[in-house]
Every structure is written in C-alpha cells, then in structure tokens.
C-alpha cells in the first residue's frame, strides 16, 4: 500500500494554505478527509500496479521483494483489498463533494491507464506523473472552493516532471529497460535535458508566483505593528524571501540524483536526507509566517 508515498498526497492542502485557510476548522476538515480518501486511493493504484507488474518487479533487485513480485502476499487477497480500497475511497470522496468525487475518480483512472499503457512509452510516462499532481491541487480547490494560483500551479507541474525525469534517469543508470520498457526509447541525455528543462521552469515559476501574487492579509499583532510603525514593508513580495529555500531543494536534489544516483525513490530522499528535510522545513515554516503572521 505505499504509505511512504502518501506524501505526495499533501498538495491536496496547497489549496487551503495558500488561501489564508489553514485554520479554518471546516475547510481544513474536508482536506483532511479529502487527504484521508486520495491516500486510500493511491495504495490502490499501487496495488492494482504490483498485480500487474509482478513479473518485471521480479527482475528488479529491490522491487523483486514486494510483497505480490515476491509471493508473500497472494494475488486475490491483494485485489480483494484493491477493491475495497476503492470503494471505501470513492465514498467518502462523494460524500464529502460530488466534483471531489469526480476528481479523484479521474485520478484513480488515470493511475489505471498509467499502470496499463502510458509507463510503457516515453514521455508519456511522464506527463502522467506531472497530471496526476495536478490532480492532487485540483482536488484540494474543489473540495474547499478556494483556488490556487495558476503561477503555483505551474511549478506543482514542473516540480512533478523534473522529479519524475530524475527517476527515470536513476532507472536508466541502474536497471536499463529490462524492468521498464519505456526506458529503451530514453537517452541518458534526454533525461539529462529534461530534468535541466524542468527544474529551471520549476523555479522561474515558483519566483514569478512570488513576485506576482499576494498573500492574503491578516490583522495579527506584528501586522498591527508593522501598519503603524513601517506601513511600506506591508507593501514589500515577502514571499520572495522564501526562493532560497526552493533553489536549495533543487540544487541539492540534483546533487543526489547525479552524484549519488539516488533519484530512484525520491519520497525517500525528501523525507530521510538532512539538506533536503531543512530546506524543506524552512520553506514551509517561512510560507506559514508570511501569509498568517506577518
């Protein structure tokens, strides 16, 4: 079931946070939940990916130890719990909202014809990864009704493609096409090219959005302060000041991707590398003090 992978599933609060909505009981409620339903409906996707790819993970030297690839866990209790998964997620994703309902639904097909057709023909395969992020952010707005904006929204798709471009260029070094046949219209190059490509969108995105976007305003007491005392630094892109933090992530993610060729599983990265966890961490600590503190 992946929980490791549920990370992913946070863009679903893009949506709240960045809207000024964080902690507003109600629609923080409806993300978690909605947060709670994309979760049981990635580790079905994961499963219905196992099942049928059992016997390439059986020729990969780490996933030839999944549970399905490796026999410990039979193939009809795996769909017996797929199956629920599903049901139990798409429920609770109708109840909460019907366009949610619909969102997450695509999101689950979308793995479907991912696992089926698109992770066998290149670019394709990434793309589909970049859409289903999008999906993620998109389902945050429509359950709450709060929109991200479309800057932001671009580097979530950017950051998903240049991610996803490391993947496959660890893949290709370690692997080759013999446990994804996508790989085999891949160069070394081209994924080179690509992941240079978005990572360079991803940060002209992120520092246009900063630029271009103002953050909801609140009447805390340091912006009481600062209304009083220097009325002009309200009027100042704070959000600029978070940049750094992006272009660390990025710079030291390509450090681990090409030195290390550990971009493999980058949920792994992001959560156990220091460099990254801080880079991570001071972003988000920074995001939270801008839009409802200052």
Same mark, same amino acid.
């Given at each position: 079931m992946r929980p490791f992978q549920w990370i992913k599933n946070l863009s679903i609060f893009a949506a709240i946070i960045f809207t000024g909505q964080l902690f507003n009981p109600p629609e923080l409620l409806h993300s978690v939940f909605g947060f709670i339903s994309f979760c049981l409906l990635s580790s079905a996707s994961y499963l219905f990916n196992d099942l049928i790819d059992a016997p390439l993970d059986r020729l990969h030297p780490l996933k030839k130890t999944r549970p399905i690839a490796s026999g410990k866990l039979p193939k009809s209790l795996a769909l017996e719990a797929l199956l629920l998964l599903v049901f139990v997620s798409l429920t609770l994703a109708f109840v909460l909202n019907p366009g949610f309902? =619909?969102? !997450?639904?695509?999101?689950?097909?979308?793995? #479907?014809?991912?696992?089926?057709?698109?992770?066998k023909h290149a670019i394709l395969d990434i793309l589909a990864i970049g859409v289903s992020f999008l999906l993620r952010v998109f389902g945050g707005e429509v359950l709450t009704s709060m929109h991200v904006p479309i800057w932001l929204l671009l580097t979530t798709l950017f950051l998903a493609l240049f991610i996803a471009s490391a993947k496959r260029h660890s893949e290709f070094l370690r692997t080759g096409k013999k446990t994804r046949p996508a790989l085999a219209r891949y160069r070394e190059k081209l994924l080179d090219f690509y992941a240079s490509t978005f990572a360079t969108a991803t940060f002209l995105s992120y520092a246009l959005f900063t630029f271009l976007e103002e953050p909801p305003q609140f009447s805390s007491a340091l912006n009481k302060f600062l209304?009083?005392?220097?009325?002009?630094?309200?009027?100042?892109?704070?959000?600029?000041?978070?940049?750094?933090?992006? =272009?660390? !992530?990025?710079?030291r993610y390509g450090q681990? #991707?090409?030195?290390?060729?550990?971009?493999?599983?980058?949920?792994?990265?992001?959560?156990?590398?220091?460099?990254?966890?801080?880079?991570?961490?001071?972003?988000g600590i920074m995001v939270i003090f801008i839009i409802y503190v200052i």
């Open positions: 309902f =619909l969102v !997450g639904l695509s999101f689950f097909l979308l793995h #479907i014809f991912y696992t089926l057709k698109f992770k209304l009083i005392n220097f009325p002009d630094a309200l009027g100042r892109k704070w959000m600029m000041l978070t940049i750094p933090f992006v =272009l660390m !992530g990025i710079m681990l #991707i090409y030195e290390r060729k550990e971009g493999e599983a980058p949920e792994k990265l992001i959560t156990k590398d220091k460099p990254m966890i801080l880079s991570i961490l001071g972003w």
